[in-house]
């Protein structure tokens, strides 16, 4: 079945206590996302990338990093999470060569940050 | 200046009806992608339509059509028939570039909220 794989769904943490959320697809997709949803925001992008090894900074980007090593894989890292970045974070993917490019996504990982 | 903005933060219809949900983007690119998600209370993202920038006809899925207006930059999805199984939240995003594009913009979303 072709999905897009987010861990963990549920997080609670503490301030400044480094966390990784991994996403993983199995769509051989080259373009892969992450999103945080907010409130009366919307969904607003956080990092993305068009391949291996090349990741840009989305809307906002402060307070997160990422890494594309392979392919499949493109986990969101925080460095040292603080309350504000309590949301639910969103990993998508997409298919650059044809079709829509419409993104794929992930359940979704709803983090607090206490 | 907002890429892409939904006016409606709520909407009700009745059963059976059918709703249009407001979109208006702002671009200077030629091309571009304009997509609606939908988002039920279980929380996934599911994708519902898309329209191209070129295409000269409104897109359609079923009982989803997209009223895509390229002067005024409107994309308003239509809803017809409306059951109850549709309401959710609503997104409308756009992909400047088209389909090589990197960067993708969300609206706010629309609460749908269908009545029996």
């Known amino acids: 079945e072709a999905q897009v794989t987010q861990n963990p769904r549920y997080l609670i943490t503490v301030t400044g206590k480094k966390l990784t959320v991994t996403c993983s697809q199995n769509m051989n997709h080259e373009y892969m996302s992450w999103y945080r949803q907010d409130p009366g925001l919307g969904l607003r992008q956080i990092y993305y990338?068009?391949?291996?090894?090349?990741?840009d900074k989305g809307d906002v980007p402060e307070g997160y990093k990422v890494s594309r090593k392979e392919k499949r894989n493109f986990p969101l890292i925080l460095e040292s999470p603080s309350p504000n970045q309590t949301s639910l974070y969103f990993c998508?993917?997409?298919?650059?060569?044809?079709?829509?490019?419409?993104?794929?996504f992930g359940e979704g990982s709803r983090l607090t940050v206490l | 200046a907002q890429k892409i903005t939904q006016t409606q933060p709520g909407m009700f219809v009745q059963e059976k009806e059918a709703v249009t949900l407001d979109c208006t983007y702002d671009t200077s690119d030629q091309s571009y992608g304009l997509f609606w998600y939908k988002q039920p209370s279980s929380g996934e993202m599911i994708f519902l339509i898309y329209q191209g920038s070129y295409d000269e006809q409104n897109a359609t899925e079923g009982r989803y059509s997209l009223n895509f207006q390229k002067a005024r930059k409107s994309a308003n999805l239509v809803i017809s028939a409306s059951q109850l199984g549709d309401s959710a939240m609503y997104f409308c995003a756009m992909r400047e570039g088209g389909w090589t594009g990197n960067q993708f913009y969300f609206g706010t979303g629309t609460s749908l909220t269908v009545i029996p």
């Open positions: 998508a993917s997409s298919l650059l060569d044809r079709g829509t490019g419409e993104l794929f």
């Open positions: 990338s068009m391949n291996v090894e090349v990741t």
